[in-house]
């Protein structure tokens, strides 16, 4: 195949724009063959594991405040300098660009008839792209619209996602834009993870502590779940933020 052997030999861009006409020729055909929509899904996903595979499919980015990393001679403290501030995660925007490509801007399908499936293929991109919050949004997404019951599998399928979302962006270097964290709240909400989202709030204050958006939106679900809303008006009044609790 024409794409296959042209993959192989790409570099850089010119790599990026074949990765991705690879995977584009690939849905073409699934959607030509008489597979069931839930087999061309589980193909597609095979696909994605087979690109993360490949290093060359996992860049990481060069941040200006490791820089100073790079005239360090010892390996030994350029490991203990990764431990103690974190290494920097892969970059995830090659194999999103991909997901988008096979399934739409979701990053997902639109329907899967075994969850199974797709926690294992989330997992695995995980595993290999752990700060792939647009992946953790997708899923959040999915999981809130298709599992809204109250049983044990629609629980504990909104309880993983919660935690895929919320591990995703706590993991991003550099940290995730604000509207991101936005996101991710109002589909903490949605998915009924209220200790989790407690957390979420608590690390948002941390990392944008000046943001009226993210203190507003605390404030509204804390009013909306009748949870105390003083110490958050304290808090965000603290660094210079009024909030108005109006009445509901």
């Not at 993991?171 to 998915?191: H, N, Q, T, Y």
């Amino acid at each position: 195949m024409a794409a296959s052997k042209a993959l192989k030999l790409a570099h850089g861009e010119w790599y990026e724009h074949c990765i991705r006409e690879h995977a584009a020729i690939h849905a073409l055909e699934l959607e030509k063959s008489s597979s069931s929509t839930d087999a061309q899904t589980r193909a597609t996903f095979s696909l994605i594991i087979g690109y993360l595979a490949d290093h060359c499919n996992l860049p990481t980015r060069e941040l200006l405040s490791r820089r100073f990393c790079q005239n360090i001679k010892k390996h030994r403290l350029r490991q203990l300098i990764d431990d103690t501030i974190g290494s920097v995660p892969a970059d995830s925007s090659l194999i999103n660009s991909v997901l988008e490509v096979c399934f739409g801007p979701s990053l997902l399908p639109k329907s899967i008839s075994d969850v199974k499936y797709l926690v294992d293929f989330v997992e695995t991109v995980m595993e290999a792209l752990p700060a792939n919050y647009r992946l953790g949004l997708a899923v959040g997404g999915f999981v809130a619209k298709h599992f809204t019951g109250y049983g044990a599998a629609s629980t504990g399928t909104r309880f993983w996602a919660s935690s895929v979302l919320i591990n995703a962006i706590f993991r991003a270097v550099p940290v995730a834009p604000e509207s991101v964290w936005l996101e991710g709240a109002g589909l903490l909400e949605k998915l009924h993870a209220t200790e989790i989202l407690k957390r979420f709030y608590q690390q948002a204050a941390s990392v944008y502590p000046f943001s009226f958006k993210l203190w507003h939106a605390h404030l509204n679900y804390c009013k909306a779940s009748g949870s105390n809303t003083e110490s958050i008006l304290e808090s965000a009044r603290q660094r210079g933020i009024e909030l108005n609790l109006t009445p509901t």
